[in-house]
């Protein structure tokens, strides 16, 4: 069973930084592609970054020049650094993995940016 583990989140002002780390159970290589989503408060879980196998990145409007998506094979690890939060990037994140058809989840971690 694939598992994804969160960290990094937090609460922190406006114009600050976090650094979220999501750590798998499977080689990272085994998926085609991970990302990071992110869920406001009642509203849909949306994709914020997203990394493909070969190393190709994607960014929503929102957060491009803000967040940078990496990754470390050995460690098994995906990383989201976010420069610059506004208040509207609050909401719990996401790490998620597809393979083929199939979506693997993190329990999500909170970020919450003050005004």
């Known amino acids: 069973q694939v598992q994804l583990v969160e960290s990094g989140g937090g609460l922190v002002q406006a114009g600050g930084s976090l650094r979220l780390s999501c750590v798998s159970s499977?080689?990272?290589?085994?998926?085609?592609?991970m990302g990071w989503y992110r869920q406001a408060p009642g509203k849909q879980r949306d994709l914020v970054a997203s990394?493909?196998?070969?190393?190709?990145?994607n960014y929503d409007d929102s957060v491009w020049g803000r967040f940078t998506i990496s990754r470390d094979g050995a460690q098994n690890a995906v990383y989201l650094q976010m420069n610059n939060l506004k208040p509207e990037d609050t909401g719990v994140y996401f790490c998620?993995?597809?393979?083929?058809?199939?979506?693997?989840w993190g329990q999500g971690t909170q970020v919450t940016v003050s005004s």
């Open positions: 990394i493909s196998l070969s190393g190709m990145s």
């Open positions: 499977e080689n990272i290589f085994f998926f085609n592609s």
């Open positions: 998620n993995g597809k393979i083929l058809r199939s979506d693997y």
